[in-house]
């Protein structure tokens, strides 16, 4: 799921390789929607918003601890409604993946 919010134009290639390796993981579609919006989306969408964005790749424990910090903070808070807005710069890839997995 990372690699949608890198800081690059996400291909064809990149929708089914995280497809695929998603198809493996084992979750149903309802859970895999709440793992993209509860966890990673609040936890990674930074990167897109950021000057100068990881492009490449992301080290998976970042990624990790990314998201179990944005965790810690939303059994204290509810993520803002700001990071809502920037749905769009995500969704469509999002949606493009969801159409590929095979589940």
């Not at 089914?16 to 936890?43: C, H, S, T």
Request: hydrophobic letters at 40%; glycine letters at 4%.
């Amino acid at each position: 799921m990372s690699d949608l919010f890198l800081d690059n134009e996400t291909d064809e290639t990149t929708i089914k390789y995280v497809a695929n390796e998603l198809g493996r993981l084992g979750y149903n579609m309802e859970e895999l929607d709440y793992i993209f919006w509860q966890e990673a989306y609040p936890a990674l969408i930074g990167n897109l918003l950021c000057l100068l964005g990881v492009w490449g790749t992301f080290d998976a424990n970042d990624v990790t601890n990314a998201v179990l910090k944005q965790e810690s903070k939303t059994l204290k808070i509810r993520w803002p409604r700001k990071l809502r807005l920037f749905s769009s710069l995500v969704r469509k890839d999002w949606d493009d993946v969801k159409k590929s997995l095979k589940i």
